[in-house]
Every structure is written in structure tokens, then in C-alpha cells.
């Protein structure tokens, strides 16, 4: 029996076509897509030398860049901010992790792949270049390859990698993830008086044991001590947003600050029987020359010592030029911080009024907090445990709170 084929009229000709090199091109796709098997695992960055490396510059999406310089003592600063000191631990982190990068994991082989992988030239997470002598290394980091890495991809080649252990925190943009972030401290404990200027006016807060008093207190006013928590807070161990350099420039406005912070310390020395402790001179601090200290160990050191801070203009980028006695360096604070000091007023100091009167003031003058009790004279011939009135068993001030560490 004779099968006859019938004949392809010219368009199904052409479509038949199409269909065949749909079918090619969708194979040469998916063999150039898909990750090929390394045949040998070897390290992502050849002959990569931690101890060798002089210079780290980290770029992100946003073009927010961070430079990184070993000095000529082995130290790591931010030459951008006058050499303002890094952390070595960061940096050693990222380079022990770069070394440890390899070539085990192919992810993708085609250019195609990497914008979608945030690897490309222009398009990427973070752009690292690293200066190792003469050789400058470029790696880019992507997205997230799963819960303990990302993809990488080394400047000049195609293939895309898994990096284990990296995280975008690990090659950060801003400042303070690479410096000490605490620009001014002193052990919270050890102040005795805090004096701020402000536009609103000067206050003085002073420290008689474990109780906190603002200084000027007209009659019927109760301060309210959990007001300077945050004060405290900040005074203590401030906190900077970016380092701005080591020369003052007229930007700052510091020679006409908004806030003066005058801080007194007095650290105690291991208690002796003979020795009665106690608040230094309580006269302003600063009307009294203070010792200067030059770190948190020497201020925990010295008996007593005076420190003054002083918040100058908002700059463009946010935030407000600082500047400490014990630094050098001029620095950027945010906001917030900023904001505790220069939105200080009287008000804000004192406990809301009560309908009961003001607690009567003992021979020091300073107000009797707590319930009035009873007492008894030379005359009474009576029970000397009277019952108090109604009115004096609810209290006019809250009761003192011990300052924290």
C-alpha cells in the first residue's frame, strides 16, 4: 500500500522553521545559563595577601563610598577624616574572608546573569577595591545566595561564585561600622555634675549620693530626676554618626555652639575607713579649670576631672558638628542625640504640679520627699504616733531613682 505524504503548502514551510530555530536558540540558552561543573576548586582571588594589603575602597548601590588606609604603623584609618583611627578587627574579618573565598560553587558563566545577580560593573551591591602592593583587586558583591553567603564576582571575569561567611555588613558604607562608634566616654557612675547651655537657657544638675537635684529651684518647683535619664545617657558615652577630620572649618559653627556640655567627674578611690566620701566643689563647671583627660581609662583614673562638648550647626547631610575636649577630631552626631541637649528646657526638668502642697524643706533645704511623719515636742504630753493628715500621705515629688551603670 502506497502512503502518500502530503505536501507542506509555504506557510506551514515557514512556520515549521521558526519552530526549529526557537528550539536552537532556547538550547544555546539554557547550556550558556546554566552553571557549568568546576572541574578544580581553587581560591577566587589568586596569590591574595592579607598582610600585604594597604587599601580598601567599598562602593554601594547609592554611591556611598568608604575609604580604608593602612598607615605607616600597620594601623588602619580613614584617610577622608585626617587619618580618624579604624578598627583592625573589621578589616581583618573582611580580608580573612576574601582569602578564604574559592571557586567551589559556580553560580553563572554569562555577563547575562549579572545584573539580576547584582554583580555587574554598573549595577551591584557593593564594589570593593583592594590595593595589595602594585595589583588592584576588584570584587563584586551581589545578592543573597542563601542564608551564609552571597554571589560574587572578581573584576575582569564572567563567572559568578558563591562566597561563604560574607555579609553586606561585612563590606558597609558608613563610618561607624568601621571605627569606634563611641566618639566621648566616661563612666556614667563617676559624674557628679552636668551643666547644658542652650538657647533656652543654662542648667546645672548635680549628684549628692545617689540622688540627682537641679540646681536654682524656685519656690514650689520639684525636679523630676528620671528628666536627665536620657541626658545621662548621652553624656556618658556619645555616640557619633561619622568622623569629620581634625580641622575645625567655619561649617561647624562651633565658635558660637548651640549647646555647651560641661561634664564633672569624680571617681573614688578604693574606699579606706578614713576616707569619707563625697561631691566635689559644686561651684559651676565653667567658672573651674579641670584636668583634661585623653581616654576613658585616664578619666577612670583621676579623681576629679572636668570635660565640655559642644554641638555646633546642623550640617547639610543631617545631623550637627561635635566636637569633645578629649578629642581631636571633629564629628558628625545625629539628630537624635543632638536633639536631647538642644530641645532642653525648664519645663521639661520639673515634676508635673500636684494638688498637694509642696513638701516642706529640711534644715539643708533640700525638699523632704515621702509621706510627712509625725513627730513629737518637748511639750507633748500625748501619743507622739498622731496619724498624718490625708493630705501629706500622698507625696508632691516622685521618689529618686539610683542612676544605672
Not at 19 to 40: C, D, E, N, R, Y
Not at 89 to 113: C, E, R
Not at 125 to 134: K, L, P, S, Y
Not at 207 to 235: C, M, Q, V, Y
Request: net charge negative; aromatic share 6%.
Amino acid at each position: 500500500m502506497t502512503i502518500t505524504v502530503p505536501r507542506l503548502n509555504r506557510a506551514n514551510q515557514i512556520l515549521l522553521g521558526l519552530l526549529a530555530l526557537q528550539l536552537v536558540v532556547g538550547l544555546i540558552v539554557l547550556v550558556a545559563g546554566a552553571p557549568a561543573s568546576a572541574t578544580t576548586t581553587g581560591p577566587l582571588v589568586a596569590d591574595f595577601a592579607p598582610d600585604a594589603v594597604t587599601g580598601i575602597t567599598i562602593r554601594d548601590a547609592q554611591d556611598a563610598e568608604i575609604v580604608l588606609a593602612k598607615n605607616p604603623d600597620g594601623g588602619w584609618v580613614l584617610p577622608d577624616a585626617d587619618s580618624f583611627p579604624a578598627r583592625a578587627q573589621p578589616v581583618t574579618t573582611l580580608l580573612d574572608t576574601i582569602k578564604a573565598m574559592d571557586t567551589g560553587q559556580l553560580v553563572a558563566q554569562n555577563a547575562a546573569s549579572h545584573p539580576r545577580l547584582k554583580v555587574a560593573d554598573t549595577a551591584f551591591e557593593r564594589r570593593v577595591e583592594i590595593a595589595q602592593g602594585d595589583r588592584q583587586i576588584v570584587l563584586y558583591v551581589g545578592t543573597s545566595g542563601g542564608a551564609n553567603g552571597l554571589h560574587v564576582r572578581l573584576g575582569g571575569q564572567n563567572d559568578v561564585y558563591l562566597a561563604k561567611d560574607l555579609s553586606l555588613f561585612q563590606v558597609a558604607t558608613r563610618p561607624a561600622s568601621w571605627v569606634n562608634p563611641v566618639y566621648f566616654s566616661v563612666p556614667r557612675e563617676d559624674i557628679v555634675e552636668l551643666t547644658v547651655k542652650n538657647a533656652n537657657g543654662e542648667f546645672t544638675f548635680r549628684k549628692d549620693g545617689d540622688a540627682w537635684t537641679l540646681a536654682d529651684l524656685a519656690e514650689g518647683e520639684a525636679f523630676n530626676p528620671d528628666s536627665i535619664a536620657t541626658l545621662l545617657n548621652h553624656a556618658s558615652s556619645l555616640a557619633l554618626d561619622r568622623p569629620l577630620g581634625a580641622q575645625e572649618q567655619d561649617s561647624y559653627g562651633l565658635s558660637e555652639p548651640l549647646v555647651s556640655v560641661g561634664i564633672r567627674t569624680h571617681h573614688e578611690p578604693e574606699p579606706t575607713d578614713a576616707e569619707p566620701t563625697g561631691a566635689p566643689n559644686a561651684s559651676s563647671i565653667f567658672d573651674v579649670p579641670g584636668v583634661t583627660a585623653t581616654d576613658e581609662a585616664s578619666a577612670s583614673t583621676t579623681p576629679d576631672a572636668t570635660y565640655t562638648i559642644l554641638i555646633g550647626a546642623k550640617l547639610d547631610d543631617a545631623g550637627y558638628a561635635a566636637k569633645a575636649s578629649t578629642s581631636d577630631y571633629y564629628v558628625k552626631i545625629t539628630n537624635g542625640v543632638a536633639n536631647a541637649f538642644l530641645n532642653l528646657t525648664r519645663e521639661s526638668l520639673l515634676a508635673a504640679p500636684s494638688e498637694t502642697p509642696a513638701p516642706a524643706a529640711t534644715e539643708s533645704g533640700a525638699p523632704e520627699f515621702g509621706p510627712a511623719l509625725p513627730t513629737a515636742t518637748a511639750e507633748a504630753t500625748g501619743s507622739a504616733t498622731a496619724e498624718p493628715t490625708s493630705a501629706a500621705t500622698e507625696p508632691a515629688a516622685t521618689a529618686t531613682p539610683t542612676p544605672s551603670n
